[in-house]
């Protein structure tokens, strides 16, 4: 079964430091890693995405590590803000024509002012 | 509007009763996804619509889901006899043509309760 294990499940950080959020994936098929911010009663926007062949990738605060051979992927949120209080998700596709997104079990981010 | 809506945005119903939930894409996406998320989860994969075809329905549960998208705009899931089971937000979500590189836009779900 195709699975992203997440975590960890809910994470407290002060204003101004750095939140990491971890996620192992076992399909090797999986070619693009997209993670997600969602806040209370909204749907999940995309914040940010990486293809395994580059191992990083930066969005102003938000940084994708990627390490292909271990079959992990990380989000840092770097200078935590309390508007970035939110449960984040990653996710994963696999190649080929389906377009089904295999969501992590999102982490409860609380950024404390 | 500029997103994906869905309506209703909360739905109640009994055990063993029919339920319809809406999804309006943005306009021009031409690929359409239904997501189930239960309390506490992730969204899980329903059903991917490719203009008026179901492209990829893999992830319906059983028989008791099914979803149309007859125009290739407006989708319509359409759960029958629904279960205490099938409480969940039930998300819709689009994009462009759906292209590996298109980003998934989602609706803000409809909350289904069934009691």
């Known amino acids: 079964q195709q699975q992203v294990k997440q975590s960890p499940q809910s994470l407290i950080v002060q204003k101004g430091g750095i939140s990491i959020i971890n996620c192992a994936y076992e399909n090797t098929a999986f070619d693009y890693f997209p993670w997600y911010q969602q806040f209370p009663g909204k749907g999940p926007a995309l914040l940010i995405a990486?293809?395994?062949?580059?191992s990083e990738k930066k969005e102003g605060r938000f940084t994708i590590s990627f390490n292909k051979s271990a079959k992990q992927f990380s989000l840092h949120i770097m200078d935590s803000q309390p508007g970035d209080s939110a449960t984040y998700f990653c996710a994963a596709e696999i190649s080929g024509s389906a377009r089904q997104l295999t969501f992590g079990s999102g982490t409860q981010l609380t950024v404390l002012p | 509007g500029a997103g994906v809506s869905q309506t209703p945005s909360n739905k109640v119903t009994e055990k063993g009763k029919y339920v319809e939930l809406r999804c309006d894409p943005i306009s021009g996406h031409t690929a359409l996804y239904w997501y189930r998320q239960s309390l506490g989860q992730g969204p899980e994969f329903l059903i991917y619509f490719q203009g008026t075809g179901a492209a990829d329905d893999s992830g319906l549960p059983n028989d008791r889901f099914f979803a149309v998208r007859p125009e290739g705009s407006v989708s319509t899931l359409k759960i029958q006899r629904t279960e205490r089971g099938d409480s969940a937000v039930y998300l819709c979500?689009?994009?462009?043509?759906?292209?590996?590189?298109?980003?998934?836009?989602f609706g803000p779900g409809t909350r289904l309760t069934v009691l």
């Open positions: 979500a689009s994009s462009l043509k759906g292209f590996k590189t298109d980003t998934q836009y």
């Open positions: 990486i293809r395994p062949d580059v």
